[in-house]
């Protein structure tokens, strides 16, 4: 095929950098942004080095005036066919009555934002391509709550109605939204930053769990889903390791 750019946010660690390496295997010229600019080198180096084209691009998905200055700067790359929305986290486990408003700002900034921020800006690119596709990495949290997630779960429920609206708003123009909502990922950081580095809080998460996902299972998704034939869309794929049956029942060994 023809080169296509793939541009992935979030891409220094966890589900970000497993999806930039899937996109580069299957083809793609793929733009790693994150605001680590080291981490991003170092996957650079390691992808180019196995004869992957890639590029580096430190960027805060939401500081939009950034956002705009990279989106501006992307006309020196083979068209954008796809984005993957993956920059996001969680913060915090603490209930509705007491949680932090500075924590669900946090959250909802780069959860909501960030997506809108960067899809907004990459839309004119996208559409233009002629077959572009949106990916929204959202969560089983922006489907279903529960206890102590709060901020998070009203977050990715903004994240994901973000993909439904906006399927409903391009339709008949050729940009295809694909939302992947993964269920437990056990991942470098995510629930470390949950739990602000609380080491064995954030491994209790997954104590017992024979398999959680791992970030490759989600990204190898994610390169499946954006490689099918342009006019078919996987609108919301939902995926979670064969122990959990819902946010609430995981199966856990003693
Ligand atoms: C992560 C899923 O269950 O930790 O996006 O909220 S959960």
């Known amino acids: ?65 950034a956002v705009d200055a990279f ?29 932090d408003p500075a924590d669900w700002r946090a959250m909802f900034e780069v959860n909501v934002l960030g997506v809108l921020n960067v899809t907004q800006a990459l839309l004119p690119a996208l559409s233009s391509s002629g077959d572009g596709t949106i990916v929204v990495l959202s969560s089983t949290a922006g489907l279903a709550t529960y206890e102590g997630g709060g901020g998070y779960v009203a977050a990715k429920h903004g994240a994901h109605v973000i993909a439904e609206t906006l399927r409903l708003e391009l339709n008949g123009h050729p940009v295809r939204i694909i939302e992947i909502a993964p269920g437990m990922v056990k ?8 739990f602000r580095g609380d080491a064995s809080r954030a491994e209790a998460v997954y104590a017992g769990v024979a398999e959680p996902l791992t970030a490759d299972d989600v990204a190898d998704t994610v390169a499946w889903a954006v490689t099918r034939p342009a006019h078919v869309n996987v609108d919301l794929l939902v995926l979670r390791p064969r122990a959990q049956a819902s946010n609430y029942k995981v199966h856990r060994e003693q």
């Open 71 to 99: 989106a501006a700067g992307l006309d020196a790359y083979p068209p954008v066919h796809v984005l993957v929305n993956n920059a996001g986290g969680a913060l915090g486990t603490d209930p509705v009555a007491t949680a």
């Open 187 to 194: 991942t470098d950081e995510f629930a470390l930053t949950r």
């Open 1 to 65: 095929m023809s080169t296509r750019t793939a541009v992935v946010t979030g891409a220094s660690s966890g589900i970000g950098a497993a999806t930039a390496r899937r996109l580069a295997e299957a083809g793609f010229h793929v733009v790693l942004t994150a605001r680590r600019a080291e981490k991003l080198d170092a996957l650079a180096k390691e992808l180019a080095a196995d004869g992957r084209s890639v590029a580096v691009y430190a960027l805060d998905v939401t500081d939009r005036a």
